[in-house]
């Protein structure tokens, strides 16, 4: 019976032997399953990293460096499996050494796993403190590996590291590329465009030549047209004289037109601009001397008996005094004219003996005066015996020497300050005329000519409307409104060669009629001030300008003027 207990226990014994056994086959392969979860799970985890670190590959070091997310959820994964751990402990009470030997073969089980698998989780679980303590180490010594996490070695074991650095370097060489190409169409750009230039240049040069040679063929057959129409019309010029600006400050309404030595630009008061044409402009820039060049081969044509008049017309200040008179170191059109007339008369003596004679008068109010004689006389017009007007009573003085010249029109101009005190009216309430003859006779055959010289500086221009004058003042602009009117309508007439020329409706055309009739020439120089205060009598000026100027068109068809120019305009340039 004994024999039989201790074989039922035996048996007993074997058979729990048998059953723990199985358990822990069963425990182990639970273990294992669990192991093989987490390592799954690890991977999972893995492939998420390495994806973000491709997103982030600029971060490597920081990544590196343990500041990865991915840590985070390989600490749950441990913390899983110590729950596990804790599970073991919860198994049955009833077999203390089941539990022992399950204790066992779990702590067994989980030591073979670690020591398997994660060595590298010692390196993943040191301190943080331990890992910044082992950084700053491995940056004071090379020699020193860094303790790189498990998951970046497995990157850099994978070789992604050195692919990524890879195509890092060759993104990087292909933008060394790029910028090359880019430096090199720079410089291909530069060098086009500067030949592109120079070809722009040199063409616009030879365009803007054969431009200007045209300009320039265009304004001598303008010229010589002009010429032939002011012998047509009686000889007959109208120039513009534009004074400089006096004030630094306004607009300069007035200029010469840059394109056309013959026109003036006029910029209106609502903004407008208008074009007109003259003669002749004189600018702003010529000099007293520059200016009596541009007169003097009229002036000239006295000395052959012709008879010149040359009228300063415009408003008071626009420079009419400073053309004719000019101040005394830098002398007018009367000085130098006279002085001329001298120079070319002694020249050309020889069987003719010239003299010259100087006569200076004002007409003020229709009344002329004599300025050469200091009780400031009255003088009539009268028509001599030889069909020419004459001043009967006044002073006719024969100037001898330049000097001379000086002197008599210094004293003409003194008696002419008299006279504007005397009368009351300031100098552009008259007109001042220097009156020269010019008289040569031929010693052989006793043939003589005269020619006259009248300079002329006309009383200021501007509207009596504008002025609200009454009284004396009213009755001298009135005075000098007829006779500038009146000047016009002769002149006029004059050029458009009329049958009746109205010489009587005033004293100055009267006293000029033998001047201004016949084979004479006459010049007026219209005065422009070029402030744009001054632009609406600066406007009159010029109305009176372009009245006077007016040609009869049938006359230049006539002549066919307007045929010849064109038949004879320059061929336009190639581009
Ligand atoms: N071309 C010029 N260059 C420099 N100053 C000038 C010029 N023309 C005129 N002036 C100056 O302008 C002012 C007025 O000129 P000026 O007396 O000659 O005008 P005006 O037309 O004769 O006037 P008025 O009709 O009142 O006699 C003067 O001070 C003169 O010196």
């Known amino acids: 019976m004994e024999g039989a207990t201790d074989t039922t226990d035996y048996f007993q014994q074997c058979k729990y032997i048998h059953e723990v056994e199985l358990l822990n086959m069963k425990l182990q392969m639970r273990i294992l399953e669990t192991h093989l979860e987490t390592k799954d799970r690890l991977l999972r985890n893995l492939e998420d990293i390495i994806d973000e670190q491709e997103a982030r590959i600029a971060n490597m070091e920081d990544f590196i460096q343990g500041r990865s997310p991915g840590y985070v959820a390989r600490n749950q994964i441990l913390k899983g499996i110590s729950v596990l751990s804790l599970d073991f402990g919860a198994l049955s009470e009833e077999n203390l050494r089941l539990k022992a030997a399950l204790a066992q073969h779990q702590k067994a089980a989980r030591m073979a796993q670690l020591l398997e698998t994660d060595e590298d989780y010692e390196s993943d679980f040191t301190s943080c403190e331990e890992r910044s303590r082992i950084s700053t180490q491995s940056s004071t010594s090379n020699n020193e590996k860094p303790p790189y996490p498990l998951m970046a070695r497995s990157i850099i074991d994978d070789g992604q590291l050195k692919k990524l650095k890879r195509v890092a370097e060759e993104l990087k060489s292909e933008k060394d590329e790029l910028r090359q190409l880019a430096l090199d169409t720079k410089e291909a750009f530069t060098i086009c465009m500067a030949e592109l230039r120079l070809m722009l240049e040199s063409k616009t040069a030879d365009f803007f030549r054969v431009l200007v040679e045209r300009y320039k063929a265009e304004m001598e057959k303008r010229r010589q047209l002009h010429n032939q129409l002011v012998e047509i019309n009686g000889n007959i010029r109208v120039f513009f004289r534009i004074r400089p600006m006096l004030e630094a400050v306004g607009e300069q309404a007035i200029k010469m037109d840059e394109m056309d030595d013959w026109a003036i630009d006029v910029l209106q008061p609502g903004g407008k601009k208008t074009s007109h044409g003259a003669d002749r402009v004189l600018t702003t820039t010529l000099t007293q001397k520059e200016i009596f060049e541009e007169v003097s081969p009229v002036i000239t044509s006295c000395i052959d008996g012709y008879n010149v008049c040359i009228f300063a017309y415009g408003a008071t200040g626009c420079g009419k005094t400073y053309t004719m008179e000019g101040p005394i170191e830098d ?245």
Do not use: W
């Open 331 to 575: 002398p007018g059109i009367n000085q130098r004219a006279i002085i001329q007339l001298f120079q070319v008369a002694n020249e050309k003596q020889g069987d003719t003996k010239y003299s010259i004679q100087l006569s200076m008068v004002e007409i003020y109010n229709e009344k002329i005066r004599d300025l050469l004689n200091s009780s400031l006389s009255t003088v009539n017009i009268r028509m001599g015996e030889d069909g020419r007007l004459a001043l009967p009573g006044s002073t006719s003085i024969t100037v001898t020497s330049a000097e001379h010249v000086s002197q008599v029109l210094e004293s003409g101009r003194a008696n002419k300050a008299i006279a504007c005190t005397q009368a009351n009216a300031s100098s552009s309430r008259s007109h001042v005329v220097v009156r020269v003859a010019v008289n040569g006779v031929n010693s052989i055959t006793g043939e003589s000519t005269t020619g006259h010289l009248n300079l002329v500086d006309l009383a200021g221009s501007e509207r009596v409307s504008q002025t609200n004058a009454t009284g004396q003042v009213l009755k001298e602009a009135q005075a000098i409104n007829k006779s500038l009117s009146e000047l016009g309508n002769v002149v006029l007439a004059l050029r458009q060669n009329q049958k009746h020329i109205p010489f009587r409706n005033c004293q100055l055309t009267r006293m000029l009629e033998d001047s201004l009739n016949g084979d004479s020439k006459t010049l007026v120089i219209v005065h422009l001030s070029p402030e744009s205060r001054h632009v609406t009598e600066s406007t009159s000026s010029i109305a009176f300008a372009e009245k006077i100027s007016k040609v009869a068109t049938s006359k230049l068809r006539r002549e066919g003027i307007r045929k010849s120019a064109r038949k004879e305009a320059p061929p336009s340039p190639r581009k």
